[in-house]
């Protein structure tokens, strides 16, 4: 699957960072590929320094962590229904994710992400939290912001349920404080970012989104006056946490992604400003191939599109946005059913996910008021970056059993309704009629 064209873009350039950590014996951030995930980088080269630095280690590996997911939705389902035989009936149709199938297969990061991202949502939900479980939610919360620094509001959601559920101090110190020097290690690594001289010095002299020029020397940090301190300071706060990167958000940009090639026009926050009706079109535009309702690159159906299609349900798999693509690109990258079936299907499967929500809601409200929080989480990266269906993967396991509650739940009123209707036959229809009313 990895060989597939659209799935194949990423992954060597993972396997190449971590490959070039490994030469230059180098084991914390500082990879040279800071365009794609240094944390992901930083993973695989440790993971090659001990097994064979191949392709397969790192798909046996994501192997691992797709089992690793499959207990956590085993023993979330078993909490919520007290069945065994439903835990596993959950479990099987997770597993059955074409979705988690495919990048299994493929070098990348996103089984990893889903795998960390499961792991703080069964802790975060638990009934009761001791100081190790807390220890454990500042570790994978720093590891997490090490992907990504925005994933940092999960660490808000942590403090949240602990507020819900009136924990110890204890508990609170055990989380805080490692999170704290977690965060601090990462914060330095902005400021280090890949120079060999004062980090502090090299931080007032360059972008710490790009790699700097060693043969450039950094201004001294004695020459600055606390004016000039708090100015750079603030700088780097507004140009890392506040800005909105330009690159993304454009005129006529694609729903899916930046325009390639990148077109002229407004751009950032003054395209936002000037016109908001078109950058609200655009964001529909991101909510929609997030969710699946339209195609792009990297769209993967499902195994339900699979059958209609192989059965000659759903018609030929058609373009995604425009009339350039053939159908045997489709064929060739494993496409099925027409654009207008796939709509169908991802309306339906949105609803069985609504239908799951207001049944867990029901039911264990706090557990779905967090998971709603990071489905939240991970929609909020669409105000600005382009929406595809692949950014679903880090939250699937939440997605799926939601939306396993809902065909169950529905499925279990459907069948009530009918033995219900069963029991009363027309036998006993006859019955009541021919007795007096005061004997029925």
């Known amino acids: 699957y990895s060989f597939i064209p659209r799935l194949y873009v990423d992954g060597p350039s993972y396997i190449q960072g971590a490959l070039t950590m490994i030469k230059n014996n180098e084991w914390f951030f500082t990879v040279g590929d800071i365009y794609h995930s240094s944390a992901t980088q930083i993973i695989y080269s440790y993971l090659l320094r001990i097994f064979s630095p191949t392709p397969l280690t790192i798909k046996c590996f994501n192997y691992l962590l797709w089992c690793g997911t499959l207990v956590f939705v085993y023993k979330i389902a078993k909490d919520v229904w007290k069945k065994t035989d439903v835990a596993l009936l959950c479990t099987f149709f997770f597993s059955l994710s074409n979705l988690g199938q495919k990048f299994v297969a493929t070098t990348q990061y996103e089984i990893l992400l889903l795998f960390i991202i499961s792991a703080l949502f069964y802790l975060v939900t638990r009934e009761n939290f001791s100081w190790k479980r807390s220890l454990m939610l500042a570790f994978l919360l720093t590891g997490l912001v090490a992907f990504h620094k925005y994933l940092l509001i999960l660490g808000g959601i942590v403090v949240f349920a602990f507020y819900k559920k009136k924990v110890s101090k204890n508990v609170w110190a055990a989380f805080l404080l490692p999170l704290l020097l977690g965060w601090s290690i990462l914060f330095s690594y902005h400021l280090y970012h890949n120079t060999k001289s004062a980090f502090l010095e090299n931080w007032f002299s360059f972008r710490s989104d790009v790699r700097p020029n060693p043969d450039v020397a950094p201004r001294p ?44 026009g407004l751009e950032g926050a003054e395209f936002i400003k000037e016109k908001p009706l078109d950058y609200l079109n655009l964001y529909l535009k991101h909510q929609m191939y997030f969710w699946g309702f339209d195609r792009d690159i990297w769209y993967i159906d499902s195994y339900a599109q699979k059958l209609a299609s192989s059965l000659g349900m759903t018609g030929e798999c058609s373009s995604f946005h425009d009339e350039t693509i053939p159908a045997q690109w489709c064929e060739a990258n494993y496409l099925y059913g027409s654009k207008e079936s796939n709509l169908v299907l991802s309306i339906i499967e949105i609803l069985f996910l609504i239908i799951g929500g207001v049944y867990c809601f029901s039911r264990y409200r706090f557990q779905t008021i967090i998971a709603l929080m990071f489905i939240i989480v991970f929609m909020l990266p669409l105000f600005i970056v382009g929406g595809t269906i692949r950014f679903q993967i880090p939250i699937l396991l939440i997605l799926s059993l939601f939306k396993f509650a809902g065909t169950y739940s529905l499925s279990v009123y459907i069948y009530q309704k009918w033995q219900k209707r069963k029991k009363i036959t027309p036998k006993d229809n006859q019955v009541h009629a021919e007795c007096p009313k005061e004997l029925v």
Not at 223 to 236: H, Q
């Open 221 to 264: 940090l004695n020459t600055y006056s606390a004016m000039e301190f708090t100015d750079k300071y603030l700088d780097f706060l507004a140009y890392n946490y506040f800005r909105i990167p330009n690159k993304w958000i454009k005129e006529n940009a694609a729903g899916y992604n930046f325009p390639y090639p990148e077109l002229k």
